[in-house]
């Protein structure tokens, strides 16, 4: 089972570049989540989504826009990265909002603004 | 608000010491509270989790939290402390009063000394 993929798992950007880093899941999960995980900081929510066509913002949300046009994908993207969006990013989904399950994670981007 | 506490970034034991990780939430409602697991360069995976019922719950690899709710507490143990259990462990809330969007601390890396 392929479960959450996320590509690619590491990247280099310069300052002002643009980027989608990619989420997929082959769960039929509804709900899907963006978080970065920045040491001391633990994960804070950027973005997520409860259904094809719905998103709302997290606790972080500016510099990141993300649309979820079917169930499976979740793209975040990277507008015009700035050195402050080095992080790694983690895509999870579960399969409701309000389910009493755990969050399906992703393996993790590595991103890199220079 | 919402917020989960974890006391300690970095908890150091030796191998077949006891292990204690702990975490503290508020809410206004009875919480939906999880442990997750994080590997070197790999994704969160669900330790345990409490939803209802015991208050007592087991987990994989010999780990089991206690909810107290008098002392709103999830505190994470383990009897004996093997080398492979060291990672970064973190408390998350899934229901916090009306928002089933999880909420994590801040994480405690857990290292075993031999």
């Known amino acids: 089972n392929a479960g959450v993929t996320q590509t690619p798992k590491f990247q280099v950007l310069k300052t002002g570049q643009s980027m989608t880093l990619q989420c997929a899941q082959d769960?039929?999960?509804?709900?899907m989540s963006w978080y970065r995980q920045d040491p001391g900081m633990g994960l804070r929510l950027i973005h997520y989504?409860?259904?094809?066509?719905?998103?709302d913002q997290g606790e972080v949300p500016n510099g990141y826009n993300v649309s979820r046009s079917t169930t499976e994908d979740f793209p975040l993207r990277l507008l015009s990265a700035a050195p402050s969006q080095t992080s790694v990013y983690f895509c999870?989904?579960?399969?409701?909002?309000?389910?009493?399950?755990?969050?399906?994670f992703g393996e993790g981007s590595r991103l890199t603004v220079l | 608000a919402q917020s989960v506490t974890q006391l300690g970034s970095h908890v150091s034991v030796s191998e077949g010491a006891l292990v204690l990780l702990r975490c503290n939430y508020s809410?206004?409602?009875?919480?939906?509270l999880f442990w997750y697991v994080q590997y070197p360069n790999q994704g969160l995976q669900l330790l345990l989790k409490?939803?209802?019922?015991?208050?007592l719950v087991k987990g994989i690899n010999g780990f089991e939290a206690e909810f107290k709710k008098s002392e709103t507490s999830f505190h994470l143990t383990k009897p004996s402390a093997h080398m492979s259990d060291a990672a970064e462990y973190f408390c998350?809330?899934?229901?916090?009063?009306?928002?089933?969007?999880?909420?994590f601390g801040r994480g405690t890396s857990l290292i075993v000394h031999p």
């Open positions: 999870a989904s579960r399969p409701t909002s309000a389910h009493t399950g755990e969050l399906f």
């Open positions: 998350a809330v899934h229901r916090i009063g009306g928002s089933y969007i999880p909420t």
């Open positions: 409490y939803t209802t019922g015991a208050t």
């Open positions: 769960m039929n999960h509804e709900y």
């Open positions: 989504s409860v259904g094809a066509g719905i998103t």
């Open positions: 809410s206004s409602v009875p919480p939906y």
